[in-house]
């Protein structure tokens, strides 16, 4: 969440930012301009109320000391300290509403972040490679992998339900082949330290990320005793709250961390979009990156992680694009998101297939993750960036689509054949 100084100074600017990602600030605003007029007069108050009770304890003591009666100053200051303590409870009331109102706003987007309402408004930054070139129809990736015997999904609807897949011999095998040249390449060329954590998280790890409370409907809630525990969306959240409520060594900044975990997402209001195939499972698969940054390196540090993500592309030979998302179309928690969109031929279009944000102190705030500058005597809160890298279910769609042969079989891009142990998926003998 944001600074609820900054908030209170700006909130023409704030009013502002929340229009340009297409949101109705009204009622926020003037809800928090009330109630932060209503928390300052009881401040104010509460601080004349000490100051007349200074007063009456000083006038108490001289009374007291010429030996003249100080009843009647004695039963005011304790009507003072009563007056007092309601006006303070006022305000803690008050402070505690204006923070309710905080997790309704969302971050402030950088100034280099397009203004734009949909994803239409989205601004090309570049894209590496070239499409590949069929001399037949290239089918997308549910009929391949239904021919080849790959992709069951079938089978895990009667398992399940819909949303869900079952990869069998080879496609589990990419699968699984895919997460340990991720993580490979991320740990010995990129410098990050590899993180297994939990697939279930707690509340406060939720809010700590920004999940909790505005998202709640896109999650899987576990109950587990008197509390609810819930299903990771993405290992950002465990990976991100690992330092949560920790003051981090300033020397030690930027952490870089990777994690592959399962994600799972109800997808709440996404039915009747992406369908077919994989795309928008309720349960799939990510390799994440998580960086913990100062604030003045947070920016370069997005342009590595980016780069990071992207270089998995560039090694499986795959076609893509980074596209900037404009105001409208960026995460509520995010100041600056670029998306990787890698090209899939048997659906003729670019598909997300990561998102790597910059979310400033916005969740470390939340998450209470600070560190030490050094020379200075107090804590500032750290930035927190994240990316996937890659989502492992749309890097597999997109070598199915993009690697097809003529005969229905799938080439293994060269860096994954020590991986997989072959060169050439065909079709699964039944």
């Known amino acids: 969440m944001l600074d609820l100084s900054f908030v209170r100074d700006n909130l023409p600017l704030i009013e502002q930012e929340m229009r340009q990602r297409g949101l109705a600030p009204g009622d926020i605003i003037s809800r928090f301009g009330e109630l932060d007029a209503r928390r300052r007069k009881a401040i104010t108050e509460a601080e004349n109320l000490k100051a007349k009770r200074n007063r009456a304890s000083e006038q108490i003591a001289q009374l007291k000391k010429n030996k003249q009666d100080a009843t009647a100053l004695i039963e005011e200051t304790k009507t003072l300290r009563e007056q007092i303590q309601e006006q303070e409870k006022v305000a803690e009331q008050l402070d505690s509403e204006l923070r309710g109102l905080l997790v309704g706003i969302p971050n402030v987007p950088h100034a280099s972040v397009p203004v734009g309402r949909t994803e239409e408004d989205n601004k090309e930054v570049r894209r590496w490679g070239e499409p590949p070139k069929f ?23 009667k398992l399940t339900g819909a949303r869900f897949a079952v990869y069998w011999d080879l496609g589990a095998k990419l699968e699984r082949a ?94 009747g979009k992406d ?11 990510k390799v994440e990156l998580v960086k913990f940054a100062r ?25 893509y694009r980074v596209m900037a998302l404009c105001t409208g179309d960026m995460g509520f928690s995010s100041a600056k998101t670029y998306d990787i969109e890698v090209w899939l031929p048997g659906q003729q279009l670019f598909r997300e297939i990561s998102s790597c944000s910059n979310f400033e102190a916005y969740q470390a705030r939340r998450a209470n993750i600070r560190y030490k500058p050094e020379g200075k005597g107090r804590t500032e809160f750290v930035h927190t960036l994240n990316g996937s890298g890659l989502a492992i279910g749309r890097t597999w769609v997109a070598i ?31």
């Open 135 to 157: 001399d037949f129809t290239p089918k997308p990736h549910w009929e391949l992998g239904g021919a080849l015997g790959i992709l069951d999904l079938e089978r895990a609807a």
């Open 178 to 271: 895919l997460a340990n040249f991720m993580l490979d390449l991320h740990t010995r060329e990129h410098g990050y330290t590899e993180v297994l954590p939990p697939y279930m998280v707690n509340a406060e790890s939720m809010y700590g990320t920004g999940q909790l409370p505005k998202f709640e409907a896109d999650l899987f809630k576990v109950p587990h005793g008197d509390k609810n525990l819930y299903l990771i969306p993405t290992a950002e959240v465990p990976v991100t709250n690992l330092y949560r409520d920790e003051v981090l060594d300033a020397a030690s900044l930027p952490i870089s961390l990777t994690a592959y975990t399962p994600c799972f997402r109800s997808e709440a209001g996404s039915y």
């Open 275 to 285: 369908v077919r195939g994989i795309i928008r499972q309720h349960q799939f698969q």
């Open 295 to 319: 604030p003045e390196q947070s920016y370069d540090e997005l342009e590595k992680l980016t780069h990071d993500a992207e270089t998995v592309l560039q090694r499986l030979g795959l076609h």
């Open 400 to 430: 199915v689509e993009n690697c097809q042969q003529a005969d229905g079989g799938v080439v293994v891009p060269e860096v994954l054949r020590p991986y997989l142990g072959v060169e050439r998926i065909t079709a699964r003998k039944p």
